[in-house]
């Protein structure tokens, strides 16, 4: 991505040399461009592995994108679904070098698990960037294998074809990213004569946005003001705000005024659904002030719940479900520990009607209906009490209403709270 960024000229001549000379000096040359992105000083001694989201945006002739910059390592998924759980579109990088491509593809691997993530949290445009084709002599059997191979999977996770697209880059080198001049990409101009990255990007659609309902703003971020106030970060999934309003926090029974705005650092007086913003707020004390709190109009409360039911799809798991198991529950950037309580019923997948009532188990590829309750964080100790989060029916918002299951590490189902 931050060649990428150099390429468009959002990265000066000045910042290029000095993340290429402290890279070099630390051993990892190679990283250099990552580290536009991966800034702070634990990415960079990980070698260039991104632990948090990073936010960018850049303009095409006929879009403004905001880029979110999240984890693909998995010890860092947490990250990786708040990222998700805000983008509209995915551009997956995939590694064409031999092996590498194979092992975050098969069974467990990175790419896999990505991929049904952002499915899952309702993302249904996807770019794949075919990258390090440099490294395998730029061979369209390479290239042509990998999306065959990846086309394959994204019509079985619900990915229509018409919203997938493939390119082969080699971003080290800046080949076919904006364009392919240079003399780096005669190899590939030999046989592709499709669009760039670019050019792609520029063809996104852009979903429509519920900018009538109620806002809703999940946070993702909070930190302190250079001023006064706390900021806090997020993608406004509904409604609009503007500066001066008075907005309530949940849960708890805190308000706080909007002080200013900020989107793609440019203050605004307002802004709608579909924005990742920065907003500054006054009047509320920090400490009640969370990540994956929400923000509402004090006169239309997002419901809280401890206990819901939800219908979910079961993914390809080695170990059933049964009533009583302890999962994470993953909503927008909050996780928490729960239960799944009772296992109502399976569903045909195919019409959504009751196929068995009460059954003992969940396998793999199942859609059921099951009652989830959240449990105390054991951090806090044996005794502690669940807190209730804020969540909406699907049929009432579809970003407020998506939840994503994990249990040891690996995510095993998807869905949404009915």
């Given at each position: 991505?931050?060649?990428?960024?150099?390429?468009?000229?959002?990265?000066?001549?000045?910042?290029?040399?000095?993340?290429?000379?402290?890279?070099?000096?630390?051993?990892?040359?190679?990283?250099?461009?990552?580290?536009?992105?991966d800034?702070t000083?634990?990415?960079?001694?990980r070698?260039?592995?991104?632990?948090?989201?990073?936010?960018?945006?850049?303009?095409?002739?006929?879009?403004?994108i905001?880029?979110?910059?999240?984890?693909?390592?998995?010890?860092?998924?947490?990250?990786?679904?708040?990222?998700?759980?805000q983008?509209?579109?995915?551009?997956?990088?995939?590694?064409?070098?031999?092996?590498?491509?194979?092992?975050?593809?098969?069974?467990?691997?990175?790419?896999?698990?990505?991929?049904?993530?952002?499915?899952?949290?309702?993302?249904?445009?996807?770019?794949v960037?075919?990258?390090?084709?440099d490294?395998?002599?730029?061979?369209?059997?390479?290239?042509?294998?990998?999306?065959?191979?990846?086309?394959?999977?994204?019509?079985?996770?619900?990915?229509?074809?018409s919203?997938?697209?493939?390119?082969?880059v080699?971003?080290?080198?800046?080949?076919?990213?904006v364009?392919?001049?240079?003399?780096?990409?005669?190899?590939?101009?030999?046989?592709?004569k499709?669009?760039?990255?670019?050019?792609?990007?520029?063809?996104l659609?852009?979903?429509?946005?519920?900018?009538?309902?109620?806002?809703?703003?999940?946070?993702?971020?909070?930190?302190?003001?250079?001023s006064?106030?706390?900021?806090?970060?997020?993608?406004?999934?509904?409604?609009?705000?503007?500066?001066?309003e008075?907005?309530?926090?949940?849960?708890g029974?805190?308000?706080?005024?909007?002080?200013?705005?900020?989107?793609d650092?440019?203050?605004?007086?307002?802004?709608v659904?579909?924005?990742?913003?920065?907003?500054?707020?006054?009047?509320?004390?920090?400490?009640?002030?969370?990540?994956?709190?929400?923000?509402?109009?004090p006169?239309?409360?997002?419901?809280?719940?401890?206990?819901?039911?939800?219908?979910?799809?079961?993914?390809?798991?080695?170990?059933p479900?049964?009533?009583?198991?302890?999962?994470?529950?993953?909503?927008?950037?909050?996780?928490?520990?729960?239960?799944?309580?009772?296992?109502?019923?399976?569903?045909?997948?195919?019409?959504?009607?009751?196929?068995?009532?009460?059954?003992?188990?969940?396998?793999?590829?199942?859609?059921?209906?099951?009652?989830?309750?959240?449990r105390?964080?054991?951090?806090?100790?044996?005794?502690?009490?669940?807190?209730?989060?804020?969540?909406?029916?699907?049929?009432?918002?579809?970003?407020?209403?998506?939840?994503?299951?994990r249990r040891?590490?690996?995510?095993?189902?998807?869905?949404e709270?009915?």
């Amino acid at each position: 991505m931050g060649r990428l960024l150099y390429e468009l000229g959002l990265v000066d001549e000045k910042s290029r040399r000095a993340n290429e000379r402290e890279s070099s000096r630390t051993g990892k040359s190679s990283f250099c461009w990552a580290w536009e992105l991966d800034g702070t000083a634990e990415e960079r001694e990980r070698f260039g592995i991104t632990m948090d989201i990073a936010m960018q945006s850049l303009s095409t002739t006929h879009r403004q994108i905001t880029i979110l910059d999240a984890p693909g390592h998995k010890d860092f998924i947490p990250n990786m679904i708040s990222g998700a759980s805000q983008a509209d579109c995915a551009l997956l990088v995939v590694d064409a070098t031999t092996g590498e491509f194979e092992a975050g593809f098969d069974r467990g691997g990175q790419t896999r698990e990505h991929l049904v993530l952002v499915r899952s949290l309702g993302v249904s445009q996807v770019i794949v960037a075919v990258n390090k084709l440099d490294q395998v002599n730029w061979e369209q059997s390479r290239y042509d294998e990998i999306c065959e191979q990846l086309r394959t999977f994204f019509t079985q996770s619900g990915f229509h074809s018409s919203k997938t697209r493939f390119v082969p880059v080699g971003a080290m080198l800046g080949v076919n990213l904006v364009e392919r001049k240079a003399p780096e990409a005669s190899a590939v101009s030999m046989w592709y004569k499709g669009p760039t990255l670019v050019d792609l990007l520029d063809k996104l659609e852009p979903p429509v946005r519920d900018i009538a309902s109620p806002l809703r703003l999940p946070i993702s971020n909070v930190f302190k003001g250079q001023s006064s106030g706390t900021g806090v970060t997020g993608r406004i999934c509904a409604g609009l705000i503007q500066i001066g309003e008075r907005v309530r926090v949940l849960p708890g029974d805190e308000t706080a005024i909007v002080k200013s705005i900020e989107v793609d650092e440019r203050n605004l007086p307002w802004a709608v659904a579909g924005t990742n913003a920065t907003l500054h707020l006054t009047a509320i004390d920090p400490i009640h002030l969370n990540i994956g709190s929400v923000l509402c109009p004090p006169t239309d409360l997002v419901p809280l719940a401890i206990s819901f039911s939800a219908r979910i799809i079961i993914f390809d798991i080695q170990l059933p479900i049964i009533s009583g198991a302890s999962v994470e529950l993953f909503h927008h950037s909050r996780d928490v520990p729960a239960t799944i309580s009772k296992l109502v019923a399976t569903l045909d997948r195919a019409v959504g009607s009751i196929a068995k009532r009460s059954p003992r188990v969940l396998t793999k590829g199942t859609s059921a209906e099951i009652e989830i309750t959240l449990r105390g964080d054991t951090l806090s100790g044996p005794g502690a009490v669940a807190r209730p989060i804020p969540i909406e029916p699907f049929s009432v918002n579809k970003d407020m209403g998506r939840i994503l299951l994990r249990r040891g590490g690996e995510t095993i189902a998807a869905g949404e709270f009915s």
